[in-house]
């Protein structure tokens, strides 16, 4: 496939098991930590596919994504969010922002990885 | 001359008796025993001054002449007392609370203490009561000549008998009547021997009317058989008479000065107003039970022309009763001397407080504290205005005497004195009542009075020329002098009554509307109007200058050295002045003003106190700010005030509970929120490398124990979670058990500095710790505090930024209490974070440090718990904790 993924997420081991996953399936990923500076990281990046947490430091994924829609050369970017909290209204707050797609902590690998192909076919 | 002599002689005997029930009273009242002389039935009686000689022999003449109109008299006062009674206690009130001497005082008083309204209404009372008090002499003179057997005396000025009377009841009246000044202290001897006198003086009527209707009549039913057949069975009741001599008569109860002297000044409590609201119509009905027997059977029993004001003592002498006639004689005397004795008292007061006393002060203007006796003056002044009234009277007595019949000049007097009444009842019921309204009322009414029936009744040609009667002054027939604007009533008395009244209350109400009161005047209409229970007096003297001494010197010649030193004493006190003088606050001055006021009347006694206060009269401004926002108003909108502030509270209250539910709602949601999220965290970690152990091939053996190894640590971090969650949750519900030991404070610390540091490696935070502060015992959990140590150690640990990072333990014993404070070296926690680090899942800085955020809300929950309390220090250079912990452990209940 050998698109491009940028994983903004904060916790160090949910970043290395989505780095291998995606990495085996033969995408190029790159890792941000930081909400502060994410949206211009996925600007200067231009990624295929984004990965985006919900609980980040500095800023919650939900701004940064609204930051992003609002760009019309972002507005039809795959962004798959993440997030800890699963309950209902925090995926209707994630539809809102213009999440393509939702998935709930913990995730199944396979899930993920077949999103990650879903989004970058489209 | 021998019934003469022996009438002269039982007058002088009864005139001791009189002397010495006075003299009994005024000692029993001197002495203490004051409860029998205010016994509400002795006030009952004293007000029988309303019934003098003109109702004992004018009520059987006017029967005689107009047939039942006599009651109208009686039936004024009955309807004020029945009826009216709030009305005279109200004033009732007022003249105790303002220690008010007369109706002109009440006046003055109420308009801003005015002293021309003073002397006008004086003049006024003056001019009403001098007929009257002749009508008494001449009723006396009557009465004496029907025993002698000569002639009737044709010029009155040349009998005697008036002349004696009249001294001998000056004498009686400047003994009992100025023997004291304050109002306050009462005439006790005079209230007793009137009371005895009304009790005569009914006695005398009813043994008449006994006699009469059982010893001539032959009983009940002949005597209305001879009613009937006299001309008073077929008599006609004029209705606008009867109503305006009603009118009248209730008018004059409330403002003839004698009836305001015994009705207020002598009154003493409200029980005696009780009582005398239905004793007093009763004495009435019992006075006038009889007249209409006595009127007929004169009628038919004594010749033709004989004089009907003197029934009462012709039929029982035609009938040969001597005794009987004695004891008439006596009643008509008793009626004569104790209205002359009582308007005598009421008049003085006026005449010296409101003409004299001012004159006086007025001529030596400045010099009130340092010239004579101003006591003596007072007294002085009292004592020649009663000589003068009683000779003004007599010399009426003397210069028309016989003219009239009586009953007509009381009607004539009642009128005089009625014109008061717009001014008292406005002054007392209406705020807006002014001093100007006041003058003019009573101006217009005097006038139209004087003009219309007093100048009138000498006579036509006597001081109004006849011309003006029948064709007016400078024939201008509208003002015909009985006829004003050309209306002529078929009575000249409801003629005048009808214009005086009716003007008066114009002119009043006017007067009152188109001018403004001054701020004294508002103060104290203020007052009178909402004159309930004792309010405060007029605030006027706000500041002052006054000098103690002079007011001293003053008051003790008012008073006299004994109430004066005892007065100044009492406020002395009130002030918490020990052995001094009062300080001359407004608050002094103005009880001081009151009690002379009870002297020498409200307008003197201001005057006076403003003198030695070196003038300084009410400033405008201060009497504005007390007095434009009238009592009741501030009353009101305090009331109203004080419901709105009620009102906002409860909304306020109401407003604190919903917005602690919101709080407590997000914080709910909030915390599950947190907890999903500190749970689903580690889990996606282990779900994640599990599934990669799982389902990936050929995977190297360092990754899979490195894989493994995450996915243990991870499981560890989920375990430390929970036992913190479930740790918190059992101290936040008070429901741990607190396991006390004694401990040294060095040893619980030794041991949470290893427990913290040990999977550390030698690396990382040095620990500075003084241990001689150290050596103290603790009575505590020293499990929990290890507790907390470890977490504040641990915390530094992770999160001290220094390049050398450095912990300083240090420990302080402050007065009972233990601070031990924990001081790294690093950037400390920013300002905006500091008051959130106790909360939970407060985590400050981002996830390296690992903990879920709990560690400082169960360190706070066990300090709490341990009877200490936790808290961040700021700007101590790096993140710093204090530790407070009682000495003694007085660990909270469970």
Known sequence: MGGQVLLIEDEPNIIE??????????????????????????RDRAPDVVILDVMLPGRSGYDILRELREDPAHSELPVLMLTARGQSKDREM??????SRFMTKPFSNAEVLDAVRALSAQ | MSTLNLLASISIAYVALL?????????????????????????????????????????????????????????????VMLGWWWILRKLVRIGRNQ?????????????????????????????????????QLQSVTLSVEVFSDTAPIEDPGSSLTALWVAAGLAIFTVIFGTRNLDANERHHGVVMAIAVEAVVKLTALVALGVFVVWGLSGGVVETLARIDASELGTWQVNNGRWAGVMLLSAAAFLCLPRMFQVLVVENDNDAQ???AAWAFPLYLMAMSLFVVPIAVTGL????????PDLFVLTLPLSQGKEGLALLAFLGGFSSATSMVIVAAIALSTMVSNHIVMPVWLRLREGTASVSGDVRNVVLLSRRLSIAGVLLLGYLYYALSGGRTELAAIGLIAFTGVAQVLPALMGGIFWRGATRVGALAGLTAGFSIWLYTLYLPSFGPGTVLPASWFSTGPLDITLLRPEALFGVSFDDKLLHAVFWSLLLNTLAFVAGSLFSAASPLERLQGAQFVSARAAGAGARSWLQSTAESEDLMVM?????????????????????????????PTPEFLQVLERELAGSVGAATAHAMVGQITGGAMVSVEDLMAVADETAQMMEYSARLEAQSLELSRTAAQLRRANDKLTRLSVQKDAFLSQISHELRTPMSSIRAFSEILRDTQGLTRADQNRYASI???????LTRLLDDLLDLSVLENGQVNLNLTEGRLEDILDRAVSAALADEAGSGIRVIRRRVGEQVRLTTDVERLSQVFINLISNARKYCDAEAPELQIMVTDARGQLLVDFIDNGSGVAPEAQDVIFEKFARVSDQKAGGAGLGLAISRQIVTRLGGEISYLADRGGAAFRVILPMRQEIAAQ
């Open chain 2, 711 to 717: 996915i243990h640590d991870e499981a560890m971090r």
């Open chain 2, 99 to 135: 220690r008010i001497t007369s109706i002109a005082d009440l006046i003055s008083s109420r308009y801003g203490k005015s002293n021309l309204l003073g002397i006008g209404v004086t003049i006024l009372a003056v001019i009403g009561t001098t007929p009257y008090i002749a009508l």
């Open chain 2, 555 to 583: 008051t003790q010649r008012i008073l006299g050295p004994n109430e004066a030193q005892a007065l100044f004493l009492r406020e002395a006190q009130a002030q918490g002045v020990q052995g001094e003088l009062p300080a």
């Open chain 2, 273 to 275: 107003l009780r009582m």
């Open chain 1, 17 to 42: 098991a989505i780095r291998f996953i995606l990495s085996r399936d033969g995408w190029q990923v790159h890792t941000h930590s930081n909400g502060t500076d994410a949206a211009q990281i996925v």
């Open chain 2, 300 to 307: 038919d029993l004594l010749p033709e022309g004989s004089n």
């Open chain 1, 94 to 99: 994630a539809e809102r922002a213009g999440a």
């Open chain 2, 19 to 79: 002397f010495a029930v006075a003299f009994f009273a005024e000692r029993a009242a001197q002495s203490g025993r004051v409860r029998w002389l205010r016994a509400p039935i002795v006030y009952t009686l004293s007000l029988s001054i309303y019934c003098t000689a003109w109702t004992f022999y004018g009520a059987v003449g006017s029967a005689a002449r107009n047939g039942f109109e006599y009651l109208t008299i009686y039936l004024g006062p009955s309807l």
